[in-house]
Each structure stands twice: as C-alpha cells, then as structure tokens.
C-alpha cells in the first residue's frame, strides 16, 4: 500500500463513523487509536485529539488544524451517508469534503514531515464542534497552546488561501409598546415599532471597504410578537443575524445598530470575529511565492476562534460543502498534501 492508498483508506474508515457535532466520540477514539498506533503523543480534550512529534504542545509555534465533526445529513442522497462510496477516484460520503479531506491531507503532511524530522515546533489538532462553534471544540484546545505563532486551519478551499473571513453575530432584539385592545385602538404596537427599526436596519450602509471581504450583512430573520388576534401587542421580539467582515468588527457593528436602533439588542456572542492575514505577515509573501491566489472567504471556521495569524486552505470545494451526496476526489486529496508539505516547510524554514 502506498502512502496515498494508506490516507484514501484512513478516510474512508473515518466516514464510515457518524460524527454529528457534539457527538463525535466514536470518531475521535478511532483516529486516536490511529494517531497512537502510528506512534504520535495524542492528548485528548473532550473529543478534540492534540497530536506531536513527542512535543510538548505548550511550546508548538505552528498549528495544523481541522476537524472531525459534521452536520445532519439532509435530503437528497442517493447512497447511505455514512457509507462511504470510492467509485473511479471519488470518495462519496457525509463530511469528505467538509472536512475529511483536509483531516487526511494535514495528516499525511505532517506524518511525512515528522519522518523527514521537519515536524518539531508543529501540533496537529483534529478538533470537535466546529460546525457549531461549540465550547467544547477548538476553545477548549486553545489554553494548552501558549506559543503558537501561526496556523494553517484545514476546510476545502480548493487549495486557495483564504486569508480572510466573515464573522457571525446573532442578537436578540426586542422593542416595547403599550398593551391595548385592537378595536379601540388603545396602546402602542411593539410590531411597528420593530417596523421602524427594521427598516433603519435595512437602510444601513458602509464606508469603509475591505479588500477581502464583501460589506456587513444584517439580516432579521425571526419575528415573534402577539398574544391574540385583538390585543396590540407591547412586545415584539426579532433576530437580527450579523456578518461582520476585518473593517466592521461585532461590536462596532453592535454600536452602530445601537445608534440607530430603539428596540433592546442582546448579542448571544460575541467571540465569532472576522479574521484577516496582514499583507506585511511573512507567510503571505510565501503565498505569492507559491503563486497562489490569497481570497476573502465568506464562510465561518475555527479560523474565527484562533487569535494567531491564520490562513484557511485545504482540498475540496466549499459549494460542496452542507451537500447532499457530497464528494472529494482523491486527486484533489493527493495535491493538497503535496501543497501542504510545501507550505509548512516553507514556513518552518
């Protein structure tokens, strides 16, 4: 068996475990079984699995990361997600594009690098919770982590850098009115008072670009107010779901709502930040070098929960991605090893 054949095999027993977000434990056991067999340390985190040459991880500068975990599958496959599917060079399996090819493409990098002894200073960390930003995911990994200067965090980007991405912030919003009976027009409907805010939501616009990422989304997506059909309601509650970008962070776009808004707004979060590599940082003079095409990615990752420069890039496509019947080629598995053994030797170098 060759080195391909052994990582196209490695995924294919990974896929074929469930791993839903917050449920990954059988998945994790199994690549740390993987991981220990082949002679790693693993320290384990919940089901998030820290990976070294024999390291200790506290003094890792460089940080491979992705993760194990996925979504539901939803309608529309034409084969068991969960059983995976190798026809003519294409895996077929829930989460092989999102994330297991960047799972084994980091993977194989770093066990070739750890032979060449090019894998001091490197942490592998195959995380949990990711596809929902869970506690128990990455953040729970991040305090053991106390040198890292840089990561590669592993989604299917093509083998593209993205070198910036959006972020996330959801708010509870509720405006207030006066209670009153609806034939005798008594009171104050809450309803048009998130009406007015909603519109003076809609109407915002921003002045300062950024060269990665497209302007903020804000976007009510929930409304929720009433009790009867002949009570003026005093209430009305919406969501308003914010995607922040490197030049409009979440909390100046919480400040900004709140200068226009008169209803209450209550973030749920605040730690979904954009993110974005400085033109200046050393490793995006490397991306250029390697005539690469650095882009902004409107998608959310782990990337968001890291606070060292990071770039996003692993094999797979991301409109894939949530898909049914969704794939990766192994071709696409065995260049983005290649491209990841040159990026980490370039950076270690």
């Known amino acids: ?61 460089l940080l491979l990361n992705s993760h194990l975990d996925t979504v539901a599958p939803g ?12 026809v003519n060079g294409r895996i077929t399996a829930l989460g092989s594009n999102d994330a297991g090819g960047s799972v084994v493409g980091l993977t194989a990098a770093f066990c070739q690098l750890t032979k060449m002894d090019k894998a001091d ?12 930003s869970g506690k128990n995911g990455i953040t729970a990994v991040i305090p053991l982590l106390k040198a890292i200067q840089f990561a590669i965090v592993g989604e299917p980007t093509a083998m593209q850098p993205a070198v910036a991405e959006r972020g996330l912030m959801v708010i509870d919003a509720q405006a207030k009115g006066v209670a009153g009976h609806a034939a005798r027009d008594e009171g104050e409907n809450a309803i ?3 009406i007015k805010d909603i519109e003076r939501i809609r109407k915002l616009s921003f002045d300062d670009p950024s060269e990665w990422l497209r302007d903020p989304s804000l976007n009510v997506t929930m409304v929720n107010a009433g009790t009867a059909h002949n009570v003026i309601p005093a209430i ?9 970008n490197d030049r409009y962070t979440n909390q ?27 033109p200046q940082h050393r490793v995006f ?22 606070d060292v420069p990071a770039v996003k890039m692993g094999p797979g496509d991301s409109s894939r991605s949530h898909t049914a019947n969704e794939y990766i080629d192994i071709l696409e598995i065995e260049q983005g090893i290649e491209q990841y053994i040159r990026l980490i030797r370039m950076i270690a170098e």
């Open 1 to 61: 068996m060759n080195q391909l054949e052994k990582y196209t095999e490695l995924l294919l027993q990974m896929l074929a475990i469930p791993a839903l977000s917050r449920n990954e434990d059988s998945r994790a056991t199994f690549l740390e079984h993987w991981f220990l067999a082949e002679g790693f340390t693993v320290e384990r985190v919940v089901n998030n699995l820290v990976v070294t040459a024999g390291c200790n991880p506290a003094y890792a500068t």
């Open 75 to 86: 309608d529309g496959w034409r084969t068991d997600p969960y059983q995976p599917l190798s």
């Open 252 to 278: 100046r776009l919480l400040d900004l709502l709140r200068e226009v808004c008169n209803s209450s707004l209550k973030p749920r979060s605040m730690r979904l930040n954009s993110s974005s590599l400085s």
């Open 236 to 244: 009305c509650d919406f969501v308003i779901d914010v995607r922040s």
């Open 192 to 194: 048009y008072n998130a």
């Open 285 to 306: 003079r490397l991306l250029r070098e390697m005539q690469l095409k650095p882009f902004g990615s409107p998608t959310l990752s782990d990337m968001a929960l890291l």
């Open 121 to 132: 200073g490197i942490v592998l960390v195959i995380s949990a919770e990711e596809e929902v």
